[in-house]
């Protein structure tokens, strides 16, 4: 029998718009099933689909093709999706019709969220996030039978070597989603509370004679926020981050703030060489910033990220806030779904996109996009490449990240670009 799947109590809305983005964004991979049944439906009737390649192969597997312009093969000139059309959501491969929901397995049930890469997720539009559960349940029960062990998941460590069972680790997430809804304090300095937490929650041992479970767990977490809340300065007091600090961020920037595939595919990592110039321009941290994506505006410095941007709108924090929560509460931040990164870890993995969303905002408005719009464009830029982007997940990149939270630099960065 299928999981259950769990509606997060985030208020969220959704529904496709038929904006055709994601079709013009991603590599979408398929089985041979998937494959099979593409090739019967019978495209070799369309004179446009006639010689044109439905595939591309590579020796990770097979992938639709996508033409010159960077569309899917099958995006119709109505700029939606012709198999779709012609036979419905189910006709499509499984990677197309559970895009944007996040569908995370937590022991005897699914959590989902969304991608805020989405245009109509980040603007919150369409119907309630809980009238799509039934189409939901059958995305469920289709990455269940391809995974048939996924119920057997052993939950993700607090850290290396300790670990809760999966409701114990569901109830840490509810309490950091509640810190991180706390609206009588400024996102940044919510977020530099939660980082305060994972340190305090580092090396704690929740076992032994009286183990701290259910609902004592969720006091004692909730104590030990309210704790790393008070302990908390104003940004003004906090210092600046150091060079080190500000040398590892550029380094997860420079990948966060990417984008290689689609219209808006940046032009400084086309060939090996642009690579290495864009690494050194971002360890450098001066002059003009690389065009990791096309978005980047012509000119655009590494000084002009660096200016106080003041206090985000109501707007932008709203829009912030609702996205990291869902993050949390999906626990889409560690584990599988983040590179196999502890709960702690992957709780700072999560809060240095706070800093990059801003940095990459500075960006874009200093470009002339107005600060809400580029609030907007810089979460779903940096939110296609969180726990998507392969690079993230290499050693280096999560060395980055202890190293940021060991030193502190982690909140000074979140207090930094928060100004």
């Known amino acids: 029998m299928t999981m259950p799947v769990r509606s997060l109590p985030v208020a969220q809305n ?21 494959r099979k049944r ?4 019978g495209w070799e009737a369309e004179a446009d689909l006639k010689d044109t390649p439905y595939f591309v192969a590579d020796k990770t597997g097979d992938w639709l093709n996508h033409r010159p312009d960077g ?19 189910a006709g499509k491969p499984l990677a197309c019709r559970v895009y944007p929901f996040l569908l995370v397995p937590a022991g005897d049930h699914w959590r989902v969220g969304l991608r805020f890469a989405c245009p109509m997720a980040a603007e919150d539009k369409g119907r309630p996030l809980a009238d799509h559960l039934p189409e939901v349940r059958e995305y469920a029960a289709a990455l269940e039978a391809d995974s048939p062990g996924v119920a057997d998941a052993p939950p993700v460590p607090l850290e290396p ?6 409701a114990d680790l569901a109830r840490m997430a509810a309490a950091v989603s509640g810190m991180l809804g706390d609206t009588a304090l400024t996102l940044e300095r919510r977020w530099r509370a939660v980082l305060k937490l994972a340190e305090l929650g580092r090396g704690l041992r929740l076992d032994g004679p009286k183990p701290v479970t259910g609902n004592r767990l969720t006091e004692f977490v ?8 008070e302990e908390t300065p104003d940004a ?24 290689d595939h689609g219209a808006e595919k940046g032009t400084a990592q086309r060939t090996a060489l642009g690579r290495i110039r864009a690494a050194a321009r971002f360890a450098r941290g001066t002059g003009r910033i690389p065009k990791v994506i096309s978005l980047i505006p012509d000119g655009a410095r590494f000084e002009d990220a660096e200016q106080p941007a003041g206090e985000l709108s109501r707007q932008s924090e709203a ?28 709780l700072v993995s999560l809060a240095v996109t706070f800093p990059a969303v801003l940095w990459l905002a500075r960006v874009l408005a200093a470009g002339g996009m107005e600060p809400d719009a580029a609030v907007t464009r810089a979460l779903r830029v940096v939110d296609d490449n969180f726990g998507f982007n392969k690079l993230l997940g290499l050693g280096r990149q999560k060395f980055a990240l202890r190293l940021l939270a060991g030193r502190g630099e982690a909140a000074r960065l979140v207090a930094w670009y928060g100004r």
Request: hydrophobic letters at 40%; a positive charge.
């Open 161 to 166: 070597g300790r670990s809760v069972p999966w």
């Open 236 to 259: 003004a007091e906090v210092p600046p981050p150091g060079w080190v600090g500000r040398m590892v961020f550029r380094q997860l920037l420079a990948v966060y703030a990417r984008r």
């Open 319 to 346: 829009l912030l806030t609702r996205s990291y929560r869902q993050k949390v509460e999906s626990l889409q931040f560690c584990g599988p779904p983040n590179f196999g990164v502890p709960f702690w870890e992957g």
């Open 222 to 229: 909730r104590s030990l926020g309210r704790a790393a809340a």
């Open 38 to 41: 593409i090739e019967a439906q």
């Open 14 to 34: 959704w529904d496709c718009s038929g904006c055709g983005a994601c079709c013009r964004v991603y590599r979408v991979p398929v089985t041979a099933d998937e």
């Open 71 to 89: 569309a899917c093969v099958f995006l119709g000139p109505d700029n939606l999706c012709r198999i779709h059309a012609k036979f419905g959501s």
